[in-house]
């Protein structure tokens, strides 16, 4: 059993920063494949950043590659996201999740852990 916090959300202006944080707890997160997904009002649940287990390889949608950044320490068991360039469509709530995928899964449906989410609001 994995179970995944996220923190660092809020409010900042378009062009700003923000940096999520996911602190998990449980065995073998170094195993887990990580990602992080988002959640606007009344959209469905997309995907946003994948990471291998040992951080070798990276994955991103179109709509943030070049200005997100996924990274993770394993040995504080944490997965990041850096949100840079804050644009308001990028305004939602934001999940990290954990798959026992050997590559990057895009649908939600592939990973088992969840956690809460953290609000994140981009004002124009």
């Known amino acids: 059993q994995v179970q995944l916090v996220e923190s660092g959300g809020g409010l900042v202006q378009a062009g700003g920063s923000l940096r999520l944080s996911c602190a998990t707890s449980g065995r073998s997160f170094s195993t887990y494949v990580m990602g992080w997904f988002r959640q606007a009002p009344g959209k469905e649940s997309e995907f946003v950043a994948g990471?291998?287990?040992?951080?070798?390889?990276?994955y991103y949608r179109r709509f943030v590659k070049g200005r997100f950044t996924i990274s993770r320490d394993n040995a504080k068991n944490t997965v990041y996201l850096q949100m840079n360039s804050l644009k308001p469509e990028d305004t939602a709530v934001y999940y990290c999740?954990?798959?026992?995928?050997?590559?990057?899964?895009?649908?939600?449906?592939?990973?088992?852990?969840w956690g809460q989410g953290t609000q994140v609001t981009v004002s124009s």
């Open positions: 999740a954990a798959s026992t995928s050997l590559t990057i899964p895009t649908q939600g449906y592939e990973y088992a852990y």
């Open positions: 990471i291998t287990w040992d951080g070798a390889d990276t």
